[in-house]
């Protein structure tokens, strides 16, 4: 036990003298069903609508149902901006519309060391995700041309907000502007390099590291 300790500080001092990162906790991912035709696969930028549950690892106790509780519909977000814990954004890359799986979410990788509402701090986290629709998102050149509205190749957070509203709508669910105000700020964030308040289409299309 000594020497396992021993051996633990030790490769934790050798990275921080040598300036190199811990590497980061993985998800562990098992596909519990994927469809025979896939006609796209989730990437960074998309809109994914999905079903979920969650449950505590610890003690199998279920938090959070979008089947069973509030409004029991699926929800939207979209994939690679933080909206989302880092765990889902790591761990729905590459699915398909139909396909479910089970994802084993560490705490560095969930809700850490603060812990959320019914979970605690420092929880392992086990996600049962099904992804109904897979949209275009703020990473495609066919969203960039909807968005833009009056063809000045820029996007202005008003063009932005009006396709999410459309989206959601086209979908049969109500606008919420406050959570597409949200998602707007996010992607100006992210995607406005130069601080003028539009998104160009070079902008708008560069993939970044964080994403």
Known sequence: MILELWTCVFSALFFYVH?????????????????????????YGDILLVHYEGFLESNGTMFHSSRHQGDKNPVW???????????????????????KRKLTIPPALA?????????????????????????????SHESFQE?????????SKAEVKEYLRKEFERHGYAANDTHHE??????????????DGFISAREFTYKHDEL
């Open 19 to 43: 300036g190199a990162k811990l590497p980061e906790p993985e998800v562990k991912i098992e596909v519990l069903y994927k469809p025979f035709l896939c006609h796209r696969k989730s990437k």
């Open 77 to 99: 977000f979209t994939l690679g901006i933080r909206e989302v814990i880092k765990g889902w954004d790591k761990g729905l890359q590459g699915m398909c519309a139909g396909e």
């Open 111 to 139: 809700y850490g060391k603060e812990g959320k509402g019914k979970i605690p701090p420092e929880s392992t986290l086990i996600f049962d995700i099904e992804i109904i629709e897979i949209r275009n998102g703020p990473r």
């Open 147 to 155: 968005m833009d509205i009056n063809d000045d190749w820029k996007l």
């Open 182 to 195: 949200v998602m707007v700020e996010d992607i100006f964030q992210k995607e406005d390099e130069d601080n």
